[in-house]
């Protein structure tokens, strides 16, 4: 089975500044790691994923996340956060092997503020 | 479709009445999850389906909750006898196929039982 800790529940922000947003996980099998937004009253939306390669990941709008496999982390960071970018952001993983679910973290309330 | 379709959007039910949510995936994904998200919490998986594989329930929280897929068409997610505690946000997400792909999620239906 898998797990995911995402340990900040909110991470505040004024607007320009950097931002990380925190994410390991547990497994004792391989995985494909995922970060999703959502923003307010809408569905989840992919912001990047990792499968193999590099483990400096881009996704849109600016983000980007790095794996560790060593310390089993995926953090989301970017380097000038926007008003725009204040939503709820969640990581994922799922097994490379075949996994038919993605287990999702608890979420981490990003609000930037001017 | 261009993308996941939920209906309906909202959905405002008394306590012991059935609700029948609806998400149809986008054409050519052979993959259907059911999540739900609770106020303030991570995505709870529910029921996960594949083709003409028989579905995985195991997320499902009690008998009352029940979901049906015709093929790689529209499914539809049924809560008998509604509680409060089933107040969330349902979302529906597809995927071409498991794994690595990552999944493209509805906008949900929000459900309260009052």
């Known amino acids: 089975a898998q797990s995911v800790t995402q340990l900040d529940s909110q991470v505040p922000v004024f607007e320009e500044a950097p931002v990380e947003l925190r994410c390991n996980y547990s497994s004792s099998v391989s995985v494909y790691l995922f970060w999703y937004v959502q923003y307010p009253n809408q569905g989840l939306q992919l912001l990047l994923k990792y499968l193999s390669g590099s483990t400096l990941v881009k996704g849109i709008n600016g983000f980007e996340a790095e794996f560790n496999k060593s310390q089993t982390s995926f953090h989301l960071r970017k380097p000038s956060v926007h008003i725009s970018d204040t939503a709820e952001y969640f990581c994922a993983v799922i097994p490379t092997g075949g996994g038919n679910k993605l287990t999702f973290g608890t979420g981490t309330q990003l609000k930037v503020e001017l | 479709g261009a993308g996941v379709s939920q209906s309906p959007s909202n959905k405002v039910t008394e306590k012991g009445k059935d609700v029948e949510l609806r998400c149809d995936p986008i054409?050519?994904?052979?993959?259907l999850y059911w999540y739900r998200q609770r106020l303030g919490q991570g995505l709870e998986f529910l029921i996960y389906f594949q083709g003409n594989s028989a579905p995985d329930k195991s997320g499902l929280p009690s008998d009352r909750f029940s979901a049906e897929r015709t093929g790689e068409s529209v499914s539809t997610l049924t809560i008998q006898r509604t509680q409060q505690e089933d107040s969330a946000v349902y979302l529906c997400a597809s995927s071409l196929h498991k794994g690595g792909a990552g999944y493209t999620f509805g906008s949900g239906t929000r459900l309260t039982v009052v």
């Open positions: 054409s050519g994904h052979t993959a």
